[in-house]
C-alpha cells in the first residue's frame, strides 16, 4: 500500500528556518497536505499542493516535486509555540478526500 | 475549537466490556472519519462515512462497529478489545466530495484517549 516517509525528530532554535521533507508513493497519487499537532491536541491543516511549486501562508510554506515524489514542508522564523509534530499526508484515488498519513516528524524548538 | 467535538476524552475499560466513542461536527460537512493514533505509527485510517454511506472499511477488526446516524454525528462501538487497541482514537470531518482527484480538508476532534485493561 502507499506509505510516506519523513523524519521523525527535528531540532532547531527559535528564529531559524527548519524544512520538513516528505517522500510518497505515486501510484493513485493526487497531493500532498500538511498537518500540524501539538501534544494532547488534535491535527490541523496546514497547507496542501496539489501542483509543483511551493505555496506560502505567512511563516509556513510547502513545496511539493511530482517528478521527485517529494514535498517539504519549511517553517520560518521559529517561535516556541511552533514545538509540535508535523505530519505530512498524500491523497490517494479511490474514495474522496481520503488521507495516507506518515508518522510524524516531532520537531522541538529550542530558545 | 474545530467545530468536531469528541466524548469522552478519555476511556478505561476491560476487555469484556462494550462502550461507544461519540463524534460530532457543528460544520455542515458531509463526510466522517474514524482514525486511530498509536506512539510511534502513523495516524491509521479506520472508517469513512460520505453522505452517510460507508465508504471506507481498512480492514478493521469487527470488534469495532461503527455507526453513522446523520451527517453530524459518528459513533464508535467497542466490545471484547485488546490491550493492543489502547490508543487515541480521532474523529475528523471534512466537506465531502463527488470527484476522487481533489482534496477535501479534514479537521479532527481531540480524540478519545482509549486504555484496555
Known amino acids: 500500500g502507499q506509505s510516506l516517509e519523513q523524519p521523525s525528530e527535528v531540532t532547531a532554535v527559535e528564529g531559524a528556518i527548519v524544512q520538513i521533507n516528505c517522500t510518497y508513493q505515486?501510484?493513485?497519487?493526487?497531493?500532498l497536505s500538511w498537518y500540524q499537532q501539538h501534544d494532547g491536541g488534535a491535527p490541523t491543516f496546514l497547507s496542501y499542493n496539489a501542483l509543483d511549486g511551493l505555496e506560502e501562508t505567512g511563516r509556513f510554506s510547502s513545496f511539493l516535486s511530482r517528478s521527485d515524489s517529494y514535498g517539504y514542508l519549511l517553517l520560518q522564523e521559529l517561535q516556541m509555540k511552533d514545538s509540535a509534530s508535523y505530519f505530512c499526508a498524500g491523497g490517494y484515488g479511490g474514495s474522496q478526500g481520503n488521507l495516507i498519513f506518515g508518522k510524524g516528524t516531532k520537531l522541538s524548538v529550542k530558545p | 475549537e474545530t467545530g468536531v467535538t469528541q466524548t469522552p476524552r478519555h476511556l478505561v475499560m476491560g476487555m469484556t466490556n462494550k462502550k461507544s466513542l461519540k463524534c460530532e461536527q457543528h460544520l455542515g460537512h458531509n463526510a466522517m472519519y474514524w482514525y486511530k493514533q498509536s506512539a510511534k505509527k502513523p495516524l491509521e485510517l479506520m472508517f469513512v462515512?460520505?453522505?452517510?454511506?460507508?465508504?471506507e472499511n481498512n480492514s478493521v477488526p469487527s470488534r469495532f462497529s461503527p455507526e453513522c446516524p446523520n451527517s453530524s454525528h459518528l459513533f464508535l462501538h467497542l466490545h471484547t478489545l485488546q490491550p493492543e487497541d489502547s490508543a487515541l482514537y480521532l474523529c475528523?470531518?471534512?466537506?465531502?466530495?463527488?470527484?476522487?482527484?481533489?482534496?477535501?480538508?479534514?479537521?479532527f476532534g481531540p480524540g478519545t484517549r482509549l486504555t484496555v485493561l
Open positions: 505515486t501510484s493513485g497519487f493526487y497531493g
Open positions: 475528523a470531518s471534512s466537506q465531502g466530495l463527488t470527484s476522487g482527484s481533489s482534496l477535501d480538508t479534514q479537521y
Open positions: 462515512y460520505n453522505f452517510k454511506e460507508q465508504t
